[in-house]
C-alpha cells in the first residue's frame, strides 16, 4: 500500500520554528493545483483546521455567507445533507465555519489526528465540489413561507442582526471609507432586501470563481503528520481535478490585484440613528486608515499605540474618559489587518445627549497628548506585555496561528517572505529603540492628524416603530398579492424542497468510515503534586511530588502543583463563599471589578490606584478576579494570574497586597457602580440572558452568588448603593471591608499552581507571606455544591410550573426548563444520561433535526449540571417555543417508546463526541492542569475518574438510554417535575399561556421586573424607579442581538 514511487504535487515553500514559542511552521504549495497548506505543530491532544479562502464580492447579495451554509448541504460523491457532520463526530470532530468581508473559512477541529485524516478529503469536496441545488438555496437562504413571512436560515441570521446598532454602524462606516469599486465596502453577509432575490445561480457562479484551489489556504494547528496530510491532498486532488477550472486559466487574485481605496480625504463626523427603545445611550465608532498590514514593524507599533492609549484603566483615553470623567463605560480599539488596515476606536456606553461632546473630547485628549512628551517608560511596559502576550497565546491557542497565517494568505507575498515574520519578536525589539519624536509622529500620522470618520450612533424609538410598520406593511402588501392559493403553493414548494433536502443517508455508506481509534489523540501529561492541607487529598508519589517534600514545608496552605512544560505559571485561587453573610452577597460584583483597580497602602504611603495597575500590568501575562465556574465551582471566587516563572514570588506578593493591603476609595468605587450600571440596559435586552436570569431567580437561594450576581439584583441594588455611597460612604466601605474579611480566610483558600515545577525555585516557600497574618489552625470549610444553595423550589422543580415573561425588546422567544438530575459524580446512571444527551444533542442528531432543522428555533440541547442536581432543556431564538418544545418532547419520546430507532453509528457518534469534550477540557497545558484540579479537589473525585467513566460510556446497552431518557429526560416536559422559564416577544403572551396550560402546567405571565430583588436594601424616597422597572413603560421591540454562534 505504501506508494514511494509517486512524488508528492505539494513543493516546500520553508520550515522555520517560532523563536518565541515551542513551534514550527511549514508552508507547502501544490504545483498541481496553486492550494495552499501551512503546517504549525502546536502540541496536545487537538488537532484544528481552518480552510480559508479568499473571497471578495462587490455587491451586498450575500452570496459570500450563503455559500458558507450551502456547503454542508452536500458535495459531488456524497450528495447527502447532514452527512459530513455524522461522520465529523464520530471521528471526534466537530466543523464550523465563518465568512469575514474577506474571506470565508470552514473549520475542522479534531481530537487526534487520526479523525482529523479521514474527515479531511471529504470535508474538502464538500468546499470544493459542493452540490449547490436549488432545493438547498431555498431552505438555506431564503424562501417565502406558507404565512407569507421570510424565512430561511440565512435570512433569519441576518434579520438578528442587520437593525442592531452595531451593524448599522458599521455598513456607515465603510461605506464612507470604500468607493464601489472596493470589496470592503459591502455587506458579505447578505442585507435582507439582496437576500430576498438572491438566486442559486448567481451563488454557483459566485462559488465558481472564488472556490478554486489556487484561492485556497489549509491552516493546520496540532500535532499533524505531514508526511500522510500530502499524500491525502495529493489524493484529494486526483479526484478533483478534471471538474476545476483548469489551474492554468488567468486568475486575478482577490483584495491584492484589485483596486486600492483612497485616502479619507476630510474628516466626517455623521450621526447616525439605530432602532432603541430606550433612547438614553448611543455608541460613537471612530474609524481611520493604518499601515499596511504586510509591515510587521508598523503592525506591532499600531498595536503597542492603541494598547497605551486605550488598553487598559491606566490608559490615557480609558483613564479619563472612563475612570475619570465617566463619559464612556469603556473604550475599545482594534485594528483590521488589510494593505490599508482600517483603525477602529470605540467609545460605548456614552449618554446620547453627549456624543458629540465625546467625540470631541477624545480627539481634544490625543491632540493633548501628542503635544507633550509620552510617557516611554509606559510605552516600553505596553511592548512587554504585548510581547509576553503574544509568547501566551501562541502557547495555548490555535487561532493565533490561524489569524496571522489567513491574513497572510489574504494579502502577503506568495514566496513565504511575509509569512516568515511569524518566526520572531524582533520588530519588538526595533520598538524599544523607537525614541518619542517617533511615536509621536507615528501617531500623528495615523491617528492624530488623520481624517478620520465618525458616527455617533443615537437611539431612536420612533426609528424602531417605523421598522416595525414598515415590515407589517410589506408582509402585509405580499401576503394579499399572494392570496390563499398563492400561499398554499408557497408551502407546497417549501414542502417539496425540505423533502428533496432530507434524503435519508443509507447506513452502509456511514459503516465505510471505521470509529478512528484514539491512540493519536495524545493527551498532555500534567503530574499532580500536594503540599500543606491538600495532602489530606492524598499525596501522589511523583518526581514532582519529591521536589515540592524536599522543601521541608511549614506552609500549611491548601497547595496543589500542577506540571507541565509550559513557559508560563498559571495560579489559580479559589476562594470558598460559605462565611459571606447573605446581605454583602450584592456586593460582589462591585467588589470584584474594585479588586485590582484601586489604591494600596505600601510602607504607611497611600499608592494610587493608577500606580497600582501599572505594576500589575509590569509582572504579569493577565490578572483577574472571576466567578469560580470556570474551574467547576460556580458558587466559589477565583484570583487568576498568569506569569513568567521569574515573576511567581512577586505574583503571590500581589495577590496578599489586594487581599490585605488595598483600600476602599470613594471615587474608585463611584467609577466601578457606574460601569456596572451603565451595562446592565444591554444585559437586559437580551431575551437568552434574562431566561437564564429569571432561571437562576427562582432556582437558586438568596445566599447564592449566581443569584446575588445576576443582573436581576444588580440592576436595582446597584442603584441603589450609588444613593448609598453618595450620602453614607462609611456605610458602604464598612460592608466591603465586613466582605473582605469574610473571603479571605485561611479555611476558604485553596491554591493551584501550574507551571513547570522543576524551574521554579521555592514553589511551596514563596507562599508563605501570604499567610503570614492569617489562623493557620483552622480546618478547610467544604466548598460549597450547587445544589446547597437551591431555593424550595429549586429542591423540588414542579411546584413552581411554568412562567411567561414578555420582553418588548425581543421578537422571538426562548425557554429554559429544568427537573432533577443526578446530584454525584458517582451516580451510576451519570453514563447512561452522558450517552443520551450526547446522542440527543449531536449536529444533525435527533433534537438538531426535530427542531432546527424544521425551523422551530436556532438551537436546542439538554444539559446536565451534577453540581446542583438539575438537568434542563433550552431553547435557543425560536418562532414560538410552544411549538418547539413539543417538538423536543416528541423526539424524546420516540426514542424511548421505540418507534424511533438508535442507529449503531449514531451511538459511536455519541460516546466519540463525549471522548471529544474530554479533549476540549484538556486542550492545553494550563487547560490539562486545570483538568486535574477540577476533578480532584472540585468534583472530589479520583484520577482514574475519566477513565473508569469513558470505559463504562462505551459499555452502555440501549435498555440504559431508553431507562436515563425516561426517568431523567423526560420529567423535563411534564406538569407536576419541571418548571418552565420563557421570554417571549409580547405578543407571543396570549398563544403561550395557552399552550403551556393545555400541556397541563401551572401557568402564570410576570414581567421583568417581578424578579428584580435588593437584599433589603432600601430605595429612596422619590428614588427614579423608571428603569428599574419597565413594568408601566411601553417598549415596542427591535430585534435581539444574542452572541450566536456561526454554524453551517
Ligand atoms: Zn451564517
Known amino acids: 500500500m505504501p506508494s514511494q514511487t509517486r512524488k508528492s504535487h505539494f513543493r516546500t515553500i520553508q520550515k522555520f520554528k517560532t523563536d518565541y514559542a515551542p513551534v514550527s511552521i511549514s508552508q507547502y504549495v501544490s504545483e498541481r493545483t496553486g492550494m495552499h497548506v501551512v503546517v504549525a505543530d502546536q502540541k496536545g491532544p487537538k488537532v484544528q483546521g481552518y480552510f480559508a479562502l479568499a473571497t471578495e464580492i462587490f455587491d451586498d447579495s450575500g452570496s459570500p455567507h450563503t455559500l458558507e451554509h450551502l456547503v ?33 473559512a470552514y473549520t475542522l477541529d479534531t481530537a487526534g489526528w487520526e479523525g482529523f485524516a479521514q474527515i479531511l478529503p471529504v470535508y474538502l469536496e464538500h468546499v470544493i465540489l ?34 442592531t446598532g452595531g451593524e448599522i454602524m458599521d455598513i456607515r462606516a465603510r461605506r464612507l471609507l470604500y468607493p464601489e469599486n472596493v470589496g470592503f465596502r459591502y455587506e458579505t453577509g447578505g442585507l435582507m432586501p439582496n437576500l430576498r432575490v438572491l438566486t442559486a445561480d448567481r451563488i454557483r457562479e459566485f462559488h465558481k470563481e472564488m472556490y478554486q484551489p489556487k484561492n485556497l489556504c489549509l491552516v493546520l494547528v496540532g500535532e499533524v503528520d505531514e508526511e500522510n496530510l500530502l499524500q491525502i491532498l495529493d489524493d484529494f486532488e486526483d479526484t478533483i481535478i478534471n471538474d476545476i477550472p483548469p489551474p492554468s486559466a488567468p486568475f486575478k487574485r482577490p483584495w491584492v490585484e484589485s483596486a486600492q481605496p483612497p485616502a479619507i480625504a476630510k474628516t466626517i463626523v455623521e450621526t447616525i440613528e439605530f432602532p432603541e427603545e430606550d433612547e438614553s445611550m448611543g455608541d460613537i465608532l471612530i474609524a481611520m486608515f493604518g499601515p499596511d498590514c504586510n509591515s510587521a514593524i508598523e503592525t506591532a507599533a499600531l498595536t503597542v499605540l492603541l494598547t497605551y492609549l486605550a488598553g487598559s484603566s491606566v490608559s490615557v483615553l480609558e483613564n479619563i474618559m472612563v475612570e475619570k470623567e465617566e463619559l464612556a463605560s469603556a473604550i475599545y480599539q482594534n485594528w483590521d489587518a488589510r494593505p490599508n488596515s482600517v483603525i477602529w476606536i470605540q467609545p460605548s456606553g456614552v449618554a446620547t445627549d453627549k456624543l458629540a461632546h465625546v467625540e470631541q473630547r477624545l480627539f481634544e485628549i490625543l491632540r493633548e497628548v501628542n503635544s507633550k512628551p509620552l510617557d516611554m517608560k509606559y510605552m516600553s511596559d505596553c511592548i512587554g506585555r504585548e510581547k509576553r502576550r503574544i509568547k501566551s497565546q501562541a502557547e495555548s491557542s490555535s487561532s493565533f496561528y490561524a489569524d496571522g497565517i489567513i491574513n497572510d494568505f489574504l494579502f502577503g507575498k506568495r514566496d513565504g517572505s511575509t509569512l516568515k515574520d511569524m518566526g520572531t519578536l524582533s520588530e519588538f525589539d526595533s520598538l524599544e529603540k523607537w525614541s518619542d519624536e517617533k511615536w509621536r509622529e507615528f501617531m500623528r500620522k495615523w491617528i492624530t492628524d488623520a481624517p478620520h470618520i465618525s458616527l455617533l450612533g443615537t437611539p431612536s424609538k420612533s426609528m424602531s416603530e417605523k421598522i416595525k410598520a414598515d415590515e407589517e406593511a410589506r408582509l402585509a402588501a405580499r401576503r394579499k398579492e399572494l392570496g390563499p392559493e398563492g400561499l ?8 417539496d424542497a425540505i423533502a428533496k433536502n432530507e434524503v435519508e443517508i443509507p447506513n452502509s455508506l456511514l459503516q465505510k468510515w471505521p470509529v478512528p481509534g484514539v491512540e493519536s489523540i495524545h493527551f498532555i501529561e500534567s503530574i499532580t503534586a500536594r503540599s500543606g492541607q491538600a495532602k489530606k487529598l492524598g499525596a501522589p508519589s511523583n518526581r514532582i511530588q519529591q521536589v515540592v517534600d524536599k522543601q521541608a514545608s511549614d506552609v500549611p496552605l491548601f497547595l496543589q502543583f500542577e506540571h507541565v512544560p509550559s513557559n508560563f505559571v498559571n495560579i489559580i485561587v479559589l476562594l470558598g463563599t460559605s462565611q459571606v453573610a447573605t446581605e454583602h452577597r450584592p456586593l460582589l460584583p462591585l467588589f470584584l471589578d474594585n479588586f485590582f483597580n484601586t489604591p494600596i497602602m505600601k ?204 420582553m418588548p425588546t425581543i421578537d422571538s422567544s426562548f425557554l429554559i426548563s429544568s427537573a432533577k438530575g443526578p446530584d454525584d459524580y458517582n451516580d451510576p446512571r451519570l453514563p447512561a444520561l452522558m450517552v443520551a444527551i450526547s446522542f440527543l444533542d449531536s449536529v444533525e442528531g435527533p433534537v438538531w433535526t426535530a427542531v432546527r432543522g424544521t425551523g422551530l428555533a436556532y438551537g436546542a440541547n439538554f ?170 413603560s411601553d417598549d415596542g421591540g427591535s430585534g435581539s442581538d444574542e452572541e450566536m454562534s456561526e454554524e453551517d
Not at 488 to 495: C, F, G, I, S
Not at 616 to 635: H, P, W
Not at 1008 to 1014: G, I, N, T, V
Request: hydrophobic share 40%; proline share 3%; glycine share 8%.
Open 72 to 104: 454542508f448541504m452536500g458535495s459531488k460523491s456524497y450528495q447527502y445533507k447532514g452527512l459530513l457532520d455524522k461522520l465529523a463526530s464520530r471521528a471526534y470532530s466537530n466543523t464550523n465555519a465563518w465568512t469575514a468581508t474577506d474571506h470565508t
Open 603 to 806: 510602607d504607611g504611603k497611600k499608592i494610587d490606584f493608577e500606580t497600582v495597575v501599572t505594576q500589575l500590568e509590569q509582572d504579569t501575562v493577565s490578572y483577574s478576579m472571576n466567578g469560580g465556574g470556570r474551574i467547576g465551582d460556580a458558587e466559589g471566587l477565583a484570583i487568576q494570574f498568569q506569569v513568567e516563572p521569574e515573576k511567581y514570588a512577586a505574583a503571590i506578593e500581589w495577590i496578599r497586597t489586594m487581599m490585605f493591603d488595598s483600600l476602599f476609595d470613594e471615587t474608585r468605587l463611584k467609577a466601578g457602580i457606574a460601569k456596572i450600571l451603565a451595562d446592565i440596559p444591554e444585559e437586559k435586552r437580551s431575551g437568552n440572558s434574562m431566561m437564564y436570569a429569571v432561571d437562576s431567580m427562582i432556582h437558586g437561594d438568596k445566599d447564592s452568588n449566581i443569584v446575588a450576581r445576576g443582573t436581576l439584583v444588580k440592576a436595582v441594588y446597584m442603584k441603589r448603593l450609588k444613593n448609598l455611597l453618595a450620602n453614607e460612604p462609611a456605610t458602604v466601605i464598612g460592608w466591603l471591608e465586613a466582605l473582605r474579611k469574610s473571603l479571605f480566610t485561611f479555611e476558604s483558600m485553596r491554591t493551584l499552581v501550574i507551571a513547570d515545577i522543576e524551574k521554579l525555585p521555592n514553589p511551596v516557600q514563596a507562599w508563605k507571606p501570604l499567610i503570614a497574618g492569617l489562623d493557620t489552625t483552622k480546618e478547610l470549610l467544604p466548598l460549597v455544591k450547587g445544589k446547597d444553595r437551591l431555593s424550595p423550589d429549586g429542591k423540588n422543580p414542579g411546584n413552581y410550573g411554568a412562567v411567561i415573561v414578555p
Open 863 to 1032: 444539559r446536565k449540571d451534577t453540581d446542583a442536581g438539575h438537568v434542563s432543556f433550552s431553547i435557543y431564538r425560536s418562532p414560538d417555543v410552544h411549538r418547539a418544545f413539543i417538538a423536543g418532547k416528541k423526539i424524546l419520546e420516540s426514542y424511548i417508546d421505540g418507534t424511533a430507532k438508535f442507529e449503531d453509528h449514531a451511538l459511536e457518534g455519541a460516546v466519540s463526541q463525549i471522548v471529544c469534550n474530554l479533549a476540549d477540557e484538556q486542550a492545553t497545558m494550563s487547560r490539562a492542569g486545570q483538568f486535574h484540579f477540577v476533578n480532584g479537589v472540585v468534583k472530589g473525585v479520583d484520577d482514574e475518574y475519566d477513565t473508569r467513566m469513558l470505559k463504562r460510556v462505551r459499555e452502555v446497552k440501549v435498555e440504559e438510554i431508553k431507562g436515563a431518557m425516561r426517568e431523567i429526560l423526560l420529567p423535563l416536559f411534564k406538569a407536576g417535575s419541571a418548571n418552565l422559564v420563557a421570554t417571549v416577544a409580547p405578543i407571543m403572551k396570549e398563544n403561550m399561556v395557552k399552550g403551556f396550560t393545555e400541556l397541563g402546567f401551572k401557568t402564570q405571565v410576570k414581567p421583568l421586573s417581578a424578579f428584580k430583588e435588593s437584599y433589603g436594601l432600601e430605595g429612596e424616597e422619590g428614588e427614579d424607579e423608571g428603569d428599574d422597572d419597565e413594568e408601566g
Open 488 to 495: 398554499a403553493k408557497l408551502a407546497e414548494k417549501l414542502k
Open 130 to 163: 459542493p452540490t449547490l441545488t436549488d432545493a438547498g438555496c431555498y431552505t438555506e437562504v431564503h424562501h417565502i413561507d406558507g404565512e407569507g413571512n421570510d424565512a430561511g436560515v440565512v435570512y433569519s441570521e441576518m434579520q438578528g442582526v442587520q437593525n
